[in-house]
């Protein structure tokens, strides 16, 4: 199992302003995964962050936006950038597990107001 | 890519009753299933997962059913608790490095 830690656990935010999430995986993992989940939503996966490249981004998210980094093998940041109302969700840090499965953060919930 | 269905998106039973959750995927190449539990304001979690090299696998009060030729499975979970109120996601991916798709999520309310 992964033990993941992420932070801020919850803001409130102003409009047009950006925000950065920390995550912090307590063993070296090839890929994270960064998803957002809306309110009553299921969970949508934003962009998956390889450490040494550019993360790699699904259809409707783009880098201008959501930003990440990947330092190294422990640690991501996603920046929400430009923040409006819509961005208002919680953002979940995720890493795959040896057969497969997905262990999650806490998630960060962010208000925009 | 993937598409999952997933449905009820609400279900509402008596403590004591079972509930059934079933969902369907599109990719015949997918071949690990995974539901995870998400309670209120806390991460999901990995409940359980099917292969599909198997048809069915249980755990305790939970099983899981996979029919590989209609391309769905389902989750049923026997003898339900209030405890069992959360959000069930069941997902569908090729396995190894391939990212699972999630559903759209059903809303388990056990009443006592």
């Known amino acids: 199992s992964a033990v993941i830690s992420q932070k801020p656990s919850r803001d409130i935010c102003q409009r047009g302003t950006s925000l950065t999430i920390q995550c912090q995986v307590d063993s070296q993992v090839t890929m994270m995964f960064w998803y957002r989940q809306q309110p009553g939503q299921s969970l949508t996966l934003i962009a998956t962050?390889?450490?040494?490249?550019?993360?790699?981004?699904e259809s409707g998210f783009v880098i201008d936006k959501f930003p990440i980094s990947r330092p190294n093998l422990t640690f991501s940041t996603l920046t929400v950038s430009n923040m409006s109302p819509e961005d208002s969700s919680i953002y979940l840090c995720?890493?795959?597990?040896?057969?497969?499965?997905?262990?999650f953060g806490e998630g960060s919930r962010l208000t925009v107001l | 890519g993937e598409n999952v269905e997933q449905h009820p998106s609400t279900l509402s039973v008596q403590e004591g009753d079972s509930a059934v959750i079933k969902c369907t995927y599109s990719d015949s190449a997918s071949n690990y299933f995974p539901w995870y539990k998400q309670e209120l304001g806390k991460r999901p979690q990995l409940i359980i997962d099917?292969?599909?090299?198997?048809g069915e696998k249980k755990d305790q009060r939970i099983a899981v059913t996979l029919n590989k030729t209609a391309k769905h499975f389902s989750l049923h979970i026997t003898e339900t608790q209030p405890e069992d109120s959360a959000v069930y996601f069941c997902a569908a991916s090729r396995g190894g490095s391939y990212i699972p798709t999630f559903g759209r999520g059903t809303s388990l309310i056990v009443h006592p």
């Open positions: 995720s890493v795959a597990g040896n057969t497969g499965e997905l262990f």
């Open positions: 962050a390889n450490q040494g490249s550019e993360a790699t981004y």
């Open positions: 099917i292969r599909s090299n198997v």
